[in-house]
């Protein structure tokens, strides 16, 4: 989803999603966020995208074992 915060905002977001599969997952989040006024970017960027655009992402690991799959008790 996209969502706009004000300056100083936070955000929380739970995330639901079926697993099928047993074993390690991976949750890449990605964040981006505009620049404010005055500030310049310390990192370069492509000459079509606008330099105020910053983003990140962050990846958090996960093992899926069979007494974590909520399946088995429905």
């Known amino acids: 989803p996209n ?4 300056t100083g905002d936070t955000m ?4 639901n999603h079926e697993i099928k599969e047993l ?4 949750l890449a989040c990605t964040v981006s966020y505009r620049l404010p006024e005055g ?5 370069p960027t492509p000459d079509n995208q606008d330099p105020n655009i910053q ?4 990846f958090y690991k996960f093992a899926v074992s069979a007494a974590c799959r909520s399946d088995r008790f429905g």
Do not use: D, I
């Not at 929380?12 to 995330?15: D, G, I, K, L, S």
């Not at 983003?55 to 962050?58: A, D, L, M, N, V």
């Open 12 to 15: 929380e977001c739970v995330v």
């Open 55 to 58: 983003s990140f992402r962050k």
């Open 23 to 26: 074993g390690q997952h991976v």
């Open 3 to 6: 969502h706009r915060l004000a």
């Open 39 to 43: 500030h310049r970017s310390m990192h």
